[in-house]
C-alpha cells in the first residue's frame, strides 16, 4: 500500500486504459438501465391516457343513450361495426278518475307507439366512433376497426325485428396514434377495452 503513495511516477497505460474501460461498462449499463426504464415510464402515461380517453368516449355514449332513452336495437340495421338503437314508444301521463274517485290526480303511465320511430346510431369508421354522424374522436386516440366491434345478446324479441331487452357489448381495440408503427421506439401495442351494459 505504502509504495503506490510513495510511487511519483503515477499510473501506468495499461492501468488508464483498464481503468476508463471498466468505468465504461459500468456507465452503459447504467444509461441502459435508466433508458429503458424512461421508456416503459412513458409507455405506461401514454397507455393510461389511452384508457382515460376511451373510458371519456364510452361514457360519452352512455350518456347519449340515456338521454335518448331507447326502447330497443333494431337488429336489421345492427352489424359488428354498428348498433342501432330505436326509439319508437313514447311515454303518456294519463289522469284516471276511475281507478280513485277520491284522487282524481292520481296519474297513470301509458306507453304508445310513435308514429315515426327516431334512432341513435353508433358507428365505428375511419379509426373513430360517430354517434348520429358526430365523431366522438381525441387527437391521440385510434380505433383498430378490425379488432373493434360491437355485439348484443337479445333476451326479449319482437316481430319487427327490434330487441327490446337485451345486453349490449362494445369492444374497443385501441392505438396510440402517434407511436403505431412497430418500428417507433415507443411503440404501443393495441390493446382491447371491453364494456357491457344492459338496456
Known amino acids: 500500500m505504502k509504495r503506490y503513495v510513495n510511487n511519483t511516477k503515477g499510473l501506468s497505460l495499461v492501468e488508464l486504459l483498464a481503468?476508463?474501460?471498466?468505468?465504461?461498462?459500468?456507465?452503459?449499463?447504467?444509461y441502459g438501465v435508466f433508458f429503458s426504464g424512461l421508456n416503459a415510464y412513458k409507455r405506461i402515461h401514454i397507455e393510461n391516457q389511452l384508457r382515460?380517453?376511451?373510458?371519456?368516449?364510452?361514457?360519452?355514449?352512455?350518456?347519449?343513450l340515456y338521454a335518448f332513452a331507447p326502447d330497443g336495437i333494431a337488429m336489421d340495421q345492427t352489424t359488428n361495426?354498428?348498433?342501432?338503437?330505436?326509439?319508437?314508444?313514447?311515454?303518456?301521463?294519463?289522469?284516471?278518475?276511475s281507478i280513485n274517485p277520491s284522487n282524481p290526480s292520481l296519474v297513470m303511465i301509458k306507453k304508445e307507439k310513435k308514429p315515426t320511430p327516431e334512432t341513435l346510431t353508433?358507428?365505428?369508421q375511419d379509426g373513430s366512433i360517430a354517434v348520429d354522424g358526430e365523431q366522438l374522436h381525441s387527437d391521440r386516440l385510434k380505433i383498430v376497426a378490425e379488432e373493434s366491434e360491437f355485439s348484443y345478446t337479445c333476451s326479449q324479441q319482437e316481430e319487427e325485428k327490434i330487441c327490446r331487452s337485451?345486453?349490449?357489448?362494445?369492444?374497443?381495440?385501441?392505438?396510440d396514434r402517434d407511436h403505431d408503427d412497430p418500428d417507433d421506439l415507443l411503440y404501443i401495442k393495441p390493446f382491447t377495452l371491453k364494456t357491457e351494459f344492459g338496456f
Open 19 to 30: 481503468a476508463i474501460t471498466i468505468s465504461s461498462l459500468i456507465l452503459a449499463s447504467i
Open 52 to 64: 382515460s380517453e376511451a373510458d371519456y368516449i364510452v361514457a360519452t355514449i352512455m350518456n347519449k
Open 81 to 97: 361495426a354498428q348498433i342501432a338503437f330505436v326509439s319508437d314508444k313514447e311515454i303518456q301521463f294519463v289522469s284516471d278518475e
Open 122 to 124: 353508433v358507428v365505428l
Open 166 to 175: 337485451g345486453v349490449v357489448t362494445i369492444k374497443l381495440a385501441v392505438q
